[in-house]
């Protein structure tokens, strides 16, 4: 959420990794850190090893719709409920080891939004897990093929309208429905304006940034997106969601259609105009950097420098062995690039670089970290998008814009004036600061429901000992060595004023009673909670 950093040499060698950067490098693209994964990537002496065992992980069964269908979610009395989301994608979150495909599953998400709080068809909590299998399955492929696979989930077909879209009809002046075409090309692929490749919009002779495409367009590849529907439909069980949508030749659009600078001739089938629609808009040359940008903002900084976007969108565009889109390219591209992985001793050099750690991923870190189980097995965390919870939930965005705009910038603040933007602040305020120490405050020391944190392992609670040791290895593992001196003196004196390790301590009331901990452990517990409400770890370096 910092202003952008400097240009980085490309060339510029990796430092082999420390402890803190190991641990800044598993909050960009793991799902934070853990002790066991920290000393690995130091043993390693470098990053692309733990990087590739994740990128080379198979894909597991069961996908999110099994799982939730195993654990009775299809049952008669969760029809026309959103029940057993919530479970299924925490539980991929929370508990699954490939990492680095659940994260970007979260950040395709973002980027490509559905939302299950918004799935107006039966079942619609199971076309929301099943668009996370896509994620899952083509997050780490090719763009291009992800992008055909979202375009035929039947999640997306049922939240922006193309499910269903049918040619027009002079009759009843029925026309096909343009939301998809406009949400793909504005906030999936291209963007408004015309993009250099560092990400900076092209100008016209006046200054005016240049449009990308016109309500011609748009209408024209509404067309393209007529035809398509459910491959089958039950109200009894909702195993077509799982399935992508198919083609009505019936209802598809007579005639050529045209849009950004392309013609789709009228002998093409509605399976064969959507192959080439999907061609050209992955072929345009704003993509490279418009999803490049995206992703460093998901994954890295909120401001990368041109340079940076340049450097990732050049992989996207040929990763190196003539191929366009390659994800796994990408990722690399932008997590080891020296503007990712600064050789820094201290946090003065990051005053630069960074983004607030949005809510999501603030809980999942910590709940990594403390290898939180599901004793029960059904992973029973709710929706969080409330406003007593964290804000913030996955596949419950309120809208096609996500929880935040990438571009949002907060009024009146010095990033106005420094031109800089600070997407996750769209969702902080006041309240949502409070309800998240408040929510925090709860579910660290038991967890939620049968969900829970072990802090005996890898010696949380033997470590409560020695109050500056306890705080050094929690300073490394939440927040990447990023606490300032004052901060950690504070949480230090915080912990050494519990000073009977052995007596009971009262830790929190709850509806059936009051629940007390060891002196240890609540040693462990405040210094964890003071770090999590702390800015050192709400920013993520």
Not at 64 to 88: C, E, I, Y
Not at 98 to 112: E, G, K, N, T, Y
Not at 311 to 333: S, T
Not at 369 to 388: I, K
């Amino acid at each position: 959420a910092q202003a952008a950093a400097a240009p980085v040499e490309a060339s510029a060698p990796l430092p082999a990794p420390t402890l803190e950067t190991a641990s800044r490098f598993l909050a960009q693209i793991g799902l934070g850190a853990t002790i066991p994964d920290v000393k690995q990537i130091v043993a390693d002496g470098n990053y692309t090893t733990w990087l590739n065992a994740q990128l080379n992980r198979p894909l597991v069964e069961p996908t999110v719709f099994a799982w939730a269908k195993d654990k009775g979610f299809a049952g008669d009395g969760n029809f026309g409920t959103d029940r057993g989301v919530d479970n299924a994608l925490w539980s991929r979150l929370l508990g699954r080891p490939d990492v680095v495909r659940q994260r970007m599953a979260l950040a395709w998400s973002q980027m490509f939004v559905v939302s299950s709080s918004n799935m107006a068809t039966p079942w619609g909590q199971f076309a929301a897990m099943a668009y996370w299998d896509v994620l899952e399955a083509h997050g780490l492929g090719n763009v291009r093929t992800l992008l055909k696979a979202i375009t035929l989930s039947t999640a997306m077909g049922v939240y922006l309208n193309m499910r269903g879209s049918r040619k027009a009809d002079p009759l009843t002046q029925r026309q096909p429905d343009e939301n998809y075409a406009r949400e793909i090309l504005q906030l999936f692929t291209i963007g408004l304006n015309q993009l250099n490749p560092d990400g900076s919009e092209v100008r016209d002779a006046s200054g005016k940034p240049v449009p990308n495409y016109s309500n011609d367009d748009i209408s024209g590849l509404a067309s393209v997106f007529t035809g398509w529907d459910f491959d089958g439909f039950s109200e009894a069980v909702p195993d077509h969601l799982a399935r992508p949508m198919v083609h009505q030749a019936a209802d598809f659009s007579e005639g050529a259609k045209s849009f950004l600078g392309t013609t789709i001739g009228a002998d093409k089938t509605g399976e064969q105009a959507l192959d080439a629609a999907l061609d050209a808009i992955f072929q345009h040359p704003n993509v490279p950097p418009f999803i490049g940008r995206r992703l460093i903002q998901q994954l890295v900084t909120s401001n990368p420098s041109p340079a940076y976007v340049a450097r990732v969108a050049g992989i996207f565009a040929n990763n190196g062995q003539g191929l366009r889109g390659d994800i796994k390219a990408l990722i690399r591209a932008i997590v080891l690039d020296p503007e990712a992985r600064p050789a820094l001793t201290s946090t003065a050099g990051l005053v630069y670089h960074g983004k607030l750690r949005e809510p999501v991923l603030r809980l999942v870190h910590w709940a990594r970290l403390f290898n939180v189980q599901s004793t029960d097995g059904r992973w029973q965390v709710p929706n969080l998008a409330t406003t007593t919870a964290l804000g913030q939930s996955p596949l419950r965005a309120p809208s096609v814009f996500n929880f935040y705009r990438p571009g949002y910038v907060p009024p009146n603040s010095e990033l106005t004036c420094q031109g800089m933007v600070a997407p996750e602040f769209q969702i902080t305020d006041d309240a949502t600061v409070i309800a998240y120490a408040n929510f925090m405050q709860t579910v660290i020391g038991f967890g939620a429901e049968q969900v829970v944190p072990n802090y005996t392992l890898n010696g949380w609670d033997d470590r409560a000992a020695s109050p500056a040791d306890l705080v050094a290895w929690l300073n490394i593992a939440l927040t990447g060595g990023s606490l300032l001196p004052e901060n950690m003196a504070m949480i230090i004196s915080a912990v050494e004023s519990i000073t009977q390790l052995d007596a009971a301590i009262h830790a929190v009331d709850t509806p059936t009673g009051s629940r007390f901990v060891t002196g240890r452990r609540a040693r462990v517990l405040v210094a964890v909670y003071l770090i999590l409400c702390s800015p050192d770890f709400l920013v993520q370096r």
